[in-house]
C-alpha cells in the first residue's frame, strides 16, 4: 500500500452529513484515536526528534503542544534545544546523527533558522525517509509525481477535511488562494492527481492575480492560504461554495491580549456560503494530528510495517 | 548562477515584435547557435548517452535526430540499443556503470518501456545530476521549490518561447489544458514561480474538467497539452488569447501517409486570436534545442565551469 493511501485511512463514518460549520475537532479526535490503536495493536514506540534553535516562545509552544499530544498516543516527542549561535558544519554533523540512528523515525527542524545557516542545505540533509515536514525536494516530487513519500501537514490535513466530510472534489473548481511551498504548491498538485481526493480543476491565485474576487468567486471549493487576517469577505465567494481557511493569524484583541483569526472574514462568509470551516478549531487542528500520522508513517516505512 | 537562469539565457533580441505566428525556428536556431559558441569558446565536449530498448521506428527516427542534431553543435550524442528482453538488474548496472563513467554528462532512457520492467525504479535510478528528461522526482521537487535542477525541454521550451516574444507572464491568467507529468504539471509549476516567466494566476484543466471552454475562454495564454489532434475549436479561445500549442498529433492526410497536427484547430483559430504556435515548426522545433541545452547545463554542473 502506498503511503498516499495509509495517509487516507481515515474515511469519513457516514455518520457526519456534513454541517455547515466544518470543524476539526472531531476529525483530528478520530485521527489520534487511529494513530494509538495502531501503535499499541503493533506495540511500537515510534519517535520524533525536533531541534529547536535558539529560544522563540511561539516554537516553544508548538513543540510542547507535540510533545502532549504525542505522549498521549504512544509517540516519543524529543527536543533537542540548540544554541542559537550553532555553525552549519555542526548543524549538519547532529543531523547526521540522527539520520544514522535507526531509533529515531522522524526528525523536524523548527524554521525559520537563524540568518547565519544556510537553510537549503540543511533541508537537504535530513534523511527524505525521516523527513516528516516534507520540505526534501524528493518528498515534494514524490507528491507531485504521485510517488511514496510525505505529504505535509496541512494539505494533509485538507484531504483529511474533504473526506470526511465526504466533499467531492472530481471535476469541481477549486480555487488555491496561497503559492507557499509548504500548502499553496503542494495543495494544488495534490488535488490534481488522478485520486479520491484529486481530479478537481485547480486555479492558484496570489499576491500577483489581476482581479482576485474574479477567480475566488469561480470556486466550487475555495482554499485561503495567504496569511492576512480576515482578508476574504462575503463578495468575494459564491453562495455554493465550501471554504476551507488555511490562515491562522494573531490579530489584537480588546478582551484578551490577542486572539486567532483565519485568512477568511468567518463571521460576514458564514451566512451566505455553503459551507467554512473555522478558526480556530478547523484545519490547523487536523494538521498537528497529521504531522504525528506522518511520524507512524515514518516508523512503518522503514520497518515495513 | 542557477541553472534556471542559465537554462533562460537565450533572451528576446528586441529585434522581434511578437507575430501573431509564433515560430519556433528561429528561437531554436539562436538556441543551437549559443550552445555552439559556449562549447567551442570552452573547449569542451558534452556528451549523452540514450538507452534505447528493442527497435521503435519513431524513438530510432528521434534518436537520430538528436544525434545529428548534436553533431552539429558539438555534443557528442551516443546510442545503445538494448535487447528487448534485458532483465531489470542488467538495466540497473548499465545505469549504474553510466552513472559512474565521468565521461558521460547525460543519461537518456528512451520511455515507455518493455512491461516486464520497473519504470519507476529505473528513473530513479538515473543519477539525477544526469537526469536531463528531469524525470527524476528530485528535480521535478527542485523544479516546484525553484531550487537547481532540470527543468523537462518541452516546459522550457514554452518558457522561451515566452521569453524571446517578450510576453509577460506576470499577472496574467494562464490556462493549461493537460495535467501529464512531463508538460502540464511543471509547467503550471513553473508560471507561479516568483521568476520573469512566473507570477501568473495557473489553472490546470483536463479530461475530468466540466464545461472546459469555460475555463479556456478566460485565458490570456492558453496553452494545450492535452494529445487530442485539433481538440482546441475557436469558441474555446477568446480574442485576445495567445495560444500555445504543445501538442504533436500523427494524423492521417490524402496526400501523404500523414502529417503532424497540433491539439488546437490552428486553421480556424488562427484569425481570431491574438498569436498562437503553429504545429509543426513551434514548441517541438525549440524542444529538440532544449534538450540538447540540458546536455551542456549538465556538463557545466559536474565540471562547475
Known sequence: MKIQEKQLEFKGSGENTMSKRLSGRKIAKNIYADIKENIELKKITPKLVILLIGNDPAAEYYVQNLEKKGSKIGIEVET???????????????????????????????KPLPSHLDESEIVMKIDSNKDVDAFHPLNMGNLVLDKEGFIPATPAAVLELLTHNEIETNGKHIVIVGRSDIVGKPLANLLLRKSDTGNATVTVCHSRTKDLAFHTKQADILIAAIGKPLFIKSDMVSDKAIVIDVGVNQIEDAEKDYRYVGDVDYEVCFEKVSAITPVPGGIGTITTAMLLNNVLIAYKMQNKN
Chains 1, 2 share one sequence.
Not at 90 to 101: C, F, H
Not at 103 to 108: D, F, G, K
Open 80 to 110: 533537542r534545544i540548540l544554541d542559537v549561535s550553532i555553525d552549519q558544519q555542526s548543524l549538519l554533523e547532529k543531523i547526521d546523527t540522527l539520520n544514522n540512528d535507526a531509533q529515531v523515525n522522524a526528525i523536524m527542524l523548527q
